[in-house]
């Protein structure tokens, strides 16, 4: 996020974790101002907002004219039940001009019980399929750089790198 402000881009983000937004500006010396909303609060400093709240919750034109998103962590922490309504409210918080990237893992369900749970090429290709034009940059095997996962009994691990972009 820091890296993207430097680049000169407002950065917005969405966290449930109040933990994790205290933790992000304390690590980095931020002094973030906060300010509540309806169901979250919002920390601001140096050019980035992080929302701290239920994502489902977050009331439509909050976070502002967003161009972008990247999605590394959000898709992959959904139980199987809750994707659909994820993709559902990015659709709705989101101008029509936002693109973005999802970076998902796909590996043997039946090994491993997530989160992170399992995410295929061809159920991002079902999830986004309606509002966006899914294009898939990369797939990587990277069982090695993750030795937490092996050692859980996995036998494969892909990273898989998809471009949105809406229709």
């Known amino acids: 996020m820091l890296w993207l402000v430097q680049q000169g881009h407002k950065v917005v983000g969405i966290e449930i974790s109040p933990l994790a937004v205290e933790a ?5 010396g931020l002094s973030p ?4 909303g309806p169901g ?3 920390w601001s400093d140096a050019g980035i907002e992080l929302y701290c709240g239920d994502f489902f919750s977050l009331e439509t034109g909050v976070i502002g004219n967003v161009d972008g998103f990247f999605d590394r962590a959000a898709l992959v922490a959904m139980p199987p ?4 309504a994820y993709v559902s409210q990015l659709t709705r ?4 001009q936002a ?3 999802l970076v998902t893992m796909d590996y043997n369900p039946r090994e491993m019980d997530g989160p992170p749970f399992a995410v295929s090429a061809g159920e991002v290709e079902s999830l986004f399929a309606g ?6 940059l990369q797939v990587a095997d990277v069982l090695e750089l993750n030795p937490a996962f092996r050692d859980k009994g996995l036998g494969r691990l892909t990273e898989q790198v998809f471009r949105l972009t809406r229709n």
């Open 24 to 28: 992000f500006f304390s690590e980095n």
């Open 33 to 36: 101002s906060i300010a509540s």
């Open 40 to 42: 979250y609060t919002c």
């Open 81 to 84: 039940s809750k994707r659909p």
């Open 93 to 96: 918080l989101l101008p029509a």
């Open 99 to 101: 693109s973005g990237l």
């Open 131 to 136: 509002d966006y034009l899914v294009e898939q």
